[in-house]
């Protein structure tokens, strides 16, 4: 799975704008944080050479320890009388030192005051600041220390230590608030409009309003049930001969979309249909354009119809899918009507011939097909019994017209309607198992069966034959089926539905509509029958891009692969080349690449492409210039720059020395620096760096790595603030290649 980290995207969608993080770290406005009680001894830490921090963030009456002074500390916690509590502050750092040696400088200063912390008897707490660096968010430094804290907070659970971004100048009220909070808050940022806080939020904040061509298409991501939709963003569609195109103004929403939105019906169960398993296949809107030869109907035209894929914004379909609507209805009443009617016209008046003085039993009397049947069967005037869930439910299906109405929850409903009616001479069936059973058998002599469910067909339902003795007929019903054979007979019903809403002997069905993001909980209400009629959707003026349907297309021209002669690296390069790469260049310290991928390499230049391996340190920046310069010189323009390399050397905070530490963060930080700084005169495409999952979650053990991969996270926002490319990608464990594979 891809994780892309990204905090300064939080800001962009809390401001409404896209973000093409998959995992995005939101801010969020925070409540005022309840104050509970004051830490009244506080100690401020800052780093050799800074300036004294403490008017700046409101913090005059707190003791210092500059730079060499951190050795007092010790001696000061000492000191304080019993049941002091005390805060400790550790300010940022402004020194002219490089970014290596300040980062590590913090992070050695942090690591001390952690142990400290830990060690003492005390009552304490530990506050971490940062400052918001250029383009409102911080830059890679701060954003290595807050990584580096989010190690310490699973590590340090008593200290239980806090980070404070600080926007400058400060609001130093809003940091003694934070201070003397004792909220769950770990993360918090001070801006000149308040304190915000820190969110995590699962998927990719991309939605943006519909251009033009454009429209958006509903989607079910596979497995995550039906809260897992999205509105996908797609290619209008030109209507070709005989097509028209509809924008759509609500699709009605049917059973058999729900079973498809949960991935219990496919394409291989209702492949004989029109619309397949598409989800939604009856909408109303008007139409947008015509195709050539279609003059039936024009554009701005009101229409209603079927079409596979309705749950959209525009579709594009044969002309002969949609009728006029009739006149006098609104768009989204007649989106009830496609589906039920000529459903409940189908199964009744050309399956069932049902005559006048018939006695006609419809289960689920009170859902779309249902009402519409028991309006279609009054029609020819038969006698309506219909079946319902609920009072509720009984009373709409009477007020629609039918004559009795039984409770379809108990089987006794078939002896309740021998006992009072007799038997039937057409059900209307969408129960299944011992109901759909009970039902066959009310059935008179030349009766007939009209089963609309699916489940019974599905399940394979044995029925014993002996009962067609007398002339019974049992018919399956599927529209959808029909729209694909018999074109003529739907027009044919069409027009007669038409008709009779015309002159008002049908009326639309009863419906509740749900807006685009309600998607969810309208399938979820059909799922569990708790809607009456209808229930219509209106599709969204807006919409994300499909992940899936984004495919890189390298430029030929040169891509530079740090760390790419082994493990996740060399796995990037062979995946440029597939994309187009021409030219690759493959680096490393030994500069050699690994045996096992010798075929795999020869395969790439077998394929056309130019590799090249060579020795690099990307910690060397005299060696980084030379390096890309010559390699440009030799091999065409820089296309790309991916930083795939790493000096792992895991382990607890308590135990990190400042060399261990610093020999983690120099390939990281130094790299990445590098490779920006060799390469800032040039108009690369990609300029990526890996950095892992970890970040995010602060993986206890890992103090070091998550430092580093933090510090590439904030430097790559710097870059894009600059306008230039830059993209971190928080990578989660990989399987088969790589560092983590190796160690298996
Ligand atoms: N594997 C995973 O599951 C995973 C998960 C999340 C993120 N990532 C990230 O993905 C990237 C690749 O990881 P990996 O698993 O492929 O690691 P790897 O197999 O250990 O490869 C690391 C590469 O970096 C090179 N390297 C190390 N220091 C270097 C330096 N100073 N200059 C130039 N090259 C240097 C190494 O070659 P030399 O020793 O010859 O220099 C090696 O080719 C890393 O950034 C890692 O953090 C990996």
Redesign the pocket.
């Known amino acids: 799975m891809r994780h892309v980290i990204e905090e300064a995207r939080a800001t962009a969608v809390e401001q409404g704008q896209s973000s093409d993080g998959a995992l995005a770290l939101i801010s969020a406005r925070a409540a005022a944080p309840e104050i509970h009680q004051a830490h009244d001894t506080i100690a401020v830490v800052t780093g050799q050479g800074a300036a004294d921090p403490r008017s700046r963030f409101g913090l005059m009456a707190a003791t210092l320890f500059a730079g060499d002074q951190l050795g007092e500390l010790p001696d000061w916690l000492e000191a304080l009388p019993d049941g002091a509590r005390i805060t400790v502050v550790v300010a940022p750092d402004a020194t002219d030192a490089t970014v290596l040696d300040r980062l590590s400088a913090r992070i050695d200063t942090l690591t001390v005051v952690l142990k400290l912390l830990a060690a003492t008897q005390r009552p304490c707490r530990m506050l971490v600041l940062t400052e918001t660096g250029a383009g409102g968010a911080p830059a890679g430094e701060e954003a290595g220390i807050r990584a580096f804290m989010r190690v310490a907070i699973n590590e340090f659970p008593d200290i239980d230590p806090r980070l404070v971004d600080v926007a400058s100048p400060a609001p130093t009220e809003a940091l003694a608030a934070i201070m003397a909070a004792d909220d769950a808050e770990r993360e918090l940022r001070i801006t000149a409009s308040g304190v915000e806080i820190s969110r995590i939020r699962r998927g990719m904040e991309r939605e943006a309003p519909l251009g033009p061509d454009e429209r958006a298409v509903l989607h079910f991501a596979d497995g995550v049930g039906l809260d897992g939709f999205e509105w996908l963003r797609q290619a209008r569609q030109e209507p070709g001969e005989g097509e028209i195109e509809i924008e759509v103004a609500a699709a009605g929403l049917n059973y058999r979309d729900v079973m498809v939105g949960l991935g219990l019906l496919d394409d291989d169960l209702l492949g004989a249909g029109l619309t397949r398993a598409a989800l939604g296949f009856e909408c109303a809107g008007r139409v947008s354009r015509v195709g050539l030869g279609v003059t039936r109907l024009r554009p701005g035209d009101a229409v209603m119809g079927f079409a596979a894929g309705a749950f959209a914004s525009h579709i594009t379909c044969p002309d002969w899918h949609f009728f006029p609507v009739p006149d006098g209805l609104d768009l989204e009443a007649a989106a009830t009507i496609p589906v039920a009617f000529s459903t409940a016209w189908y199964a009744l008046v050309e399956r069932g011939h049902v005559r006048a003085g018939e006695t006609v039993l419809i289960h689920g009397a009170a859902g779309g097909v249902g009402l519409a049947a028991v309006q279609i069967a009054k029609l020819h005037g038969a006698q309506v019994l219909g079946t319902a869930s609920n009072d509720a439910r009984r009373a709409i299906a009477m007020a629609a017209g039918a004559d009795a109405v039984f409770d379809s929850r108990r089987e006794r409903f078939a002896d309740e309607i021998r006992r009072q009616i007799g038997s039937v001479d057409v059900v209307l069936n969408s129960l299944a198992g011992p109901a759909m059973l009970a039902s066959f058998r009310l059935l008179k002599p030349f009766g007939r069966f009209l089963e609309l469910g699916k489940r019974d067909f599905l399940d394979n339902t044995q029925l014993a034959l002996r009962p067609f003795l007398r002339n019974i007929a049992y018919s399956g019903v599927d529209l959808d089926e029909l729209l694909a054979a018999d074109p003529a007979l739907v027009r044919e019903m069409m027009a007669k539905l038409a008709e009779a809403f015309g002159n008002q002997s049908l009326r639309p069905l009863t419906y509740r509509s749900f807006e685009a993001y309600e998607v969810g909980a309208a399938f979820r209400t059909m799922q569990a029958s708790e809607h009456v009629g209808k229930i219509v959707i209106r599709p969204p003026q807006a919409a994300r891009t499909d992940l899936a349907s984004l495919s890189y297309a390298a430029r030929p021209g040169l891509y530079v692969v ?10 990037t390069a062979r995946w440029l080349a597939r994309k187009g790469a021409s030219h690759l260049a493959l ?6 690449v ?1 045996a096992d991928l010798a075929a795999e390499l020869a395969e790439m230049r077998a394929n056309g492409a130019t590799v090249v391996v060579e ?6 920046k005299a060696a980084v210039t030379e390096t890309l310069g010559r390699l440009m010189r030799e091999h065409g323009p820089l296309r790309g720059v991916i ?6 050397d895991d382990g607890l905070i308590a135990n990190l020395t400042p060399e261990r530490l610093r020999a983690v963060l ?3 930080v130094d ?1 990445v620096i590098n490779l920006s700084d060799a390469t800032e005169d040039l108009d690369p495409d990609i300029f990526v ?6 970040t995010l979650i602060g993986s206890p053990g890992q103090g070091a ?1 998550v430092a ?2 933090g510090f590439m996270e904030g430097f790559m926002r710097g870059r894009r603030s600059r306008g230039r490319p830059g993209l971190a ?7 088969d ?6 160690d298996k």
């Not at 290649?737 to 190796?742: M, T, W």
């Open positions: 740090v760390g790419g002669t082994t493990g996740f690296g060399f796995a680096l490393s310290r030994r500069g050699a690994d020795a690099l340190d990307v910690c060397d930083h795939a390399a790493v000096h792992l120099r390939t990281k790299g760096a890996y950095s892992s999952a970890t790595y580093a991969n990608v928080g990578w989660g464990a990989i399987a290649v790589g560092l983590i594979a190796r």
